[in-house]
């Protein structure tokens, strides 16, 4: 039997002191498997370069003779050191800078190798790196991988104790692949793709072994997903809604306004799920303003009357206020009940919604993470909803769904993901998507100006206003920041007042009281206020039919995502609406960002421009939704092997022999080891 390499401590290495132990325990390597699967991300290349092959700026490799004496200047504690060496017949000039030692080595006639940044125009080479063949230059002609490296480890000792494990351990390097997936795929053996991408030959090697890799990465990514999928649904252990179709038809044709074809295909998918005794886990995600709301208030509307009760969980109070105002006045006429649970409620008012969820009094509760506080008790609960799911840790989502014995789980979100992520940060999940905007909405038109137009701009609101419409301007700030020289919402509002005194002009900010922030928006969804002045607190789901027109001042200092949210507070009605974004962004980035929002609002295209230009982890906030950091594959590049790896996984976990023959136990293993199949949602 293989010896279990992640059973054997990093430790019993030669040279791993209890110090250098620790600071590989820092990167995670505790065993001698962890320090064998700990890879380079990216390579050194020493490999000899032609003089007319290469660009000004490149790092290079090149070998030549020493033409001239050494020379040796000092500018204070900086030494410069200087000589002509002959590369394929063209004299350079070699610059050592603090590597004074070297003077006497440079002897006239002799060969040398040299690594460093090329300077065509002056033909200098400014050395990094040397080494002389007559010593056995180490280096020349290879790829050195480059390691993620802290404390006292250096790449050097890295490459060295890693060399060392392969030569000690390597043979026992386990294959984790069944040999049909390797033959599908043409994959080199895991032993060998290993060696290689610590040691490679030359770039096709490297390449041969990344793609193995990759693909093995990606597989057991999508093997726990589906794996935890085909568990979870053999277990009839949740929730079998006794939905009364009947009732829901007459529910949806009494709301007031018309479903679109998507919102029904949604409705039925979760109905479906609702209905069977495995507990629903399914993300809708829609593009802002595509009535995401309704179709939970449906699913809600289900698990009332099937006997059960329903939690909504929304990041902001804000939101939480809107949506039990709204939610109680469509439900109001069934007689159900719907409470509101913030952190802003008295100690009173919170002991009497506490109360009455306990004793079922609560049919449908609505509120921020104050939801998931230890004494938040329900009587049955039957349906988690979170709303902007990915603002929210996987753990907040797991202590709601904790509430209830296996409650059917809906998760919304209005940033559209892009196949690629939904398939891998929600693999667990069946996903619901609305692509349809509902009927009579137009597309806003979106226009970006620089700070000198604003007098236009306020124009614009002025024309606006007289049309009996309304308007956000956004700011990114509170108040004076010495650091970040932008426009803030306090002095804004005052500004505002100023230029325009015949329109009632409101502010909001985080700041605020909750009665405060009530008493603004208030006023602005009742048309008091024209104009209201606010921080991002309005960007998620604050619904004001008459706003057309939302300006975003500084918009460069918001992300591609952010401005397509705050895009979508207007054109919430048949209303032709508008965004202008204010900005004079210095970075190539910051103009991409703003020619996107110019170019489309589609919120699909959004996301997929975002993520180009952001990369998954800052996409979503890695820390927060769970987004694998992967040590070789990249999302962007690898959605086709991703996608493969994903269908290969739910084939083979679909097979009843995958959990039984022996063939598959090195899968299985592997499946224990990250306790997948124990239970735990992987969310």
Sequence with gaps: MTTDLFAIPVEKLRGVSTQKAGELHALGISSVGDLIDYYPFRYEDYRIRALHEVKDGDKITVQGTISSAASLQRYGRTARLLCRVTVEGLLITAVWFNRAFLKDQLELGREITMTGKWDQRRRQLTVAESEFPDRGGAKTGTLQPVYSVGGSLTQAWMRKKIDEALNQYGAMIPELLPAELLNRHGLIPRREAVMRLHRPENTKEGQEARRRMVYEELFLFELKLQAYRAANRKQPDGIAHPVNSEEVRAFVAALPFELTDAQKQVINEITYDMKRPYSMNRLLQGDVGSGKTVVSAVALYMTVRAGYQGALMVPTEILAEQHARSLGKLFEPYGIQVGLLTGS?????????????????????????????????????????????????????????????????????????????????????????????????????????????????LGFIRREAELGHQTFFICPLIEESEKLDVQNAIDLHAELRLAMPELAIGLLHGRMTPAEKDEAMGDFAAGKTTVLVSTTVIEVGVDVPNATLMIVMDAERFGLSQLHQLRGRVGRSDLQSYCVLIADPKTENGQERMKAMTDTDDGFEIARRDLELRGPGEFFGTKQSGVPEFKVANLMEDFAVLEQARDDAAELTARPEFWTSPGYEGLRSYLRREATLEGEPLD
Aim: hydrophobic share 40%; no cysteine.
């Design 345 to 457: 409620l008295t100690d009173r008012k919170r002991k009497d919604v506490l109360a009455a969820l306990q004793m079922g009094l609560i049919d449908i509760v609505i509120g921020t993470h104050a939801l998931i506080q230890d004494d938040v008790v329900f009587r049955r609960l039957g349906l988690v909803v979170t709303d902007e799911q990915h603002r929210f840790g996987v753990n907040q989502r797991s202590i709601l769904r904790k509430k209830g014995l296996n409650p059917d789980v809906l998760s919304m979100t209005a940033t559209p993901i892009p196949r690629t992520l939904a398939i891998t940060v929600f693999g667990d999940m069946d996903v619901s998507t609305i692509q349809e905007r509902p009927k009579g909405r137009k597309p806003i038109k979106t226009y970006w100006v620089k700070h000198e137009m604003m007098d236009r701009v």
